[in-house]
Each structure stands twice: as C-alpha cells, then as structure tokens.
C-alpha cells in the first residue's frame, strides 16, 4: 500500500505543521483512518499541537523520541524498534481516537550534524525504510511533518516515503520553496523520490487581490497538481496549534466554513491517494 506522505516546503510557516494536524483529525475523526504522524522537525511543532506539554517534556526527558529512536538504530546500529517510540490515542478531539504520534526533539539538529560526519546516511536511509515499510502496513497513512530546509533527514523521508504533499502560501517566496524543492528532485532521479501527491494553497486571504493572482498563477502549472480546495487564513486554524487540555469536540475545533474546508481537502486528498493507488 502506498501510504506514507512527506509534507514539505523548503520555506517554514506555510502550515506544514497545522495542516497535518487538521488533515490527521479529519482522517481519524470523520474517516475512521488510522494514522501515524512522525513529527521530524526538530522544533516539535505538530507534538505540542497533538499532546500536553508535560507529557511532551517527560517523552523528551526519557528518550522518548524520533532524534531517540536515531540514535539508537543510526548511530548504534540498534535494531529498529520503531514502535517504541509511538505514543498512542493522541489529540485534544474526542471523536478522533485513532491518531498515533512519533515525537521530536530539538537535539534533532545536533543529531544531524552527526549522522553526516560520521558518514552515516546510508544507515539513516535505511533506518526510515524500515520504519516506513512497517508503518505502510500498521496504519493507513502516516504523515511526516518536516522541518524547513533540506537537511539529511527530510531529503531521507522525501526519497523514502510514497508521496511527498507542499502546502504553500500564495506570495513569491513561498513558491520559491516549491521551485527549489522541484529541481532538487530532480537532481539525482536513481535515488528515488515520493511522488508529488500536491499542492495546498494555504493561508489565502480572499480579499487580497495578489493572493488571487498568486494562487491563479499556481494553478496554471499543472505539474503543482494544485487541490481544489484552498485553505483561507482563519482564526479556528491558527487556534487549532494549541493543544486543549480538556478534550473538545471535531466542531468545535474546526467550525462552520473552517471545517467544511478542511473536509473538503481531506476527501480530496482521500480521493488522490485511491487513485494513484490503483496505479
Ligand atoms: N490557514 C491558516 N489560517 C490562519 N493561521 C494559520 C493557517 N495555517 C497556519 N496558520 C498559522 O501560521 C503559523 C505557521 O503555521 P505552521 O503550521 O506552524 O507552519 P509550518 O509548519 O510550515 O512552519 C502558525 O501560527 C499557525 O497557527
Ligand atoms: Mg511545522
């Protein structure tokens, strides 16, 4: 089964993270999916979005994490007991029970720097194979939410996952992220690479006349295979990154024209994943 999506853009704060999290919920809430997401941004952005902080802490604290499970199976040489390091049942929506949460770490930089001068990227590629090829069949998606800039880490996930999903803001230099993420795949095609399950809009502001020309501009590419659906810059979304400590109702988290957007991007992106499936 190809399941397994890399969400990425060489810019940050384009929504990698809170359109995991959105797409994640509706997928488990509405979908009944299960679903992995691996948090490989060493800013831990979509971990403190899906539990509470002190729970986050203690996993950091313990070794509990993806930079954990690296240091074990790429530095090590350990098996990869990836497992270990799942957290279950996680989110603050009650009707969404079926997300699982590998966490990050800021040591994830440092642990970087280390796998390159030691020469271990191999290791590091076949640590995520491992990972993915088991997960593939546990889960029926499993989202890699990924840190900006292409560093040895997120250029593994890219060439190792099914498909790689880009959300992007409709102004220049978040489209420069997609360029450069285009050439760069490119580049060395034997290697392998997800295939490009789309584009998102995000953040679009409908009074904004360069954000229309912007997303017009965006569509006119096919090769951005670009979602119908634009996610709009709203309040229930920016909101959405804070974790609740009391558990809260799918409605209440994403309301009115804010979920209908989100659900409207989940069935297309459902619909996606069907379709290449087949192929
Ligand atoms: N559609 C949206 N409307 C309003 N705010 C958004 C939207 N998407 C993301 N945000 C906010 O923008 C900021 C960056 O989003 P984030 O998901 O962290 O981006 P990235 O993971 O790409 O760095 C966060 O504060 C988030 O809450
Ligand atoms: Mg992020």
């Not at 030691?118 to 840190?147: G, K, P």
């Not at 250029?155 to 409709?170: K, Q």
Request: aromatic share 8%; hydrophobic share 40%; charged share 25%.
């Amino acid at each position: 089964m190809r399941n397994t999506i890399t969400v990425m853009n060489a810019k940050g704060g384009v929504g990698k993270s809170t359109l995991v999290l959105a797409l994640a919920e509706t997928l488990s809430a509405f979908h009944g999916k299960r679903v992995l997401v691996v948090d490989a941004d060493a800013q831990s952005s979509i971990s403190h979005m899906l539990m509470p902080q002190q729970q986050l802490t203690v996993l950091q604290d313990e070794g509990q994490t993806l930079v954990d499970f690296f240091v074990a199976s790429v530095l090590k040489d350990e098996p990869a007991l990836w497992r270990q390091y799942v957290v279950t049942g996680v989110s603050d929506v009650d009707d969404a029970r079926s997300i699982d949460l590998i966490p990050c770490d800021t040591n994830l930089t440092l642990l970087e720097r280390e796998i390159s001068k030691s020469d271990r990227e191999a290791n590091l590629r076949r640590a995520i194979n491992q990972l993915l090829s088991e997960a593939r069949m546990a889960y029926d998606f499993v989202f890699i939410d990924s840190a900006p800039g292409l560093s040895v880490v997120t250029e593994s996930w890219l060439r190792e996952a099914d498909f790689h999903l880009t959300p992007t803001r409709p102004d220049y230099i978040s489209t420069r992220g997609l360029a450069f993420l285009r050439k760069f795949r490119q580049r060395n095609p034997e290697m392998g690479f997800g295939e490009l399950l789309g584009t998102i809009i995000n953040m679009k502001d409908p009074q904004a006349p360069e954000d229309e020309q912007y997303d017009h501009w965006l569509r006119g590419d096919p090769e951005n295979r670009c979602f119908r659906q634009a996610m709009l810059r709203v309040t229930p979304l920016q909101s959405a990154a804070y974790f609740s400590p009391r558990p809260r109702s799918y409605w209440a988290k994403y309301p009115g024209a804010t979920g209908d957007q989100v659900r409207s991007l989940t069935q297309e992106l459902l619909a996606r994943a069907n379709e290449l499936q087949r192929r």
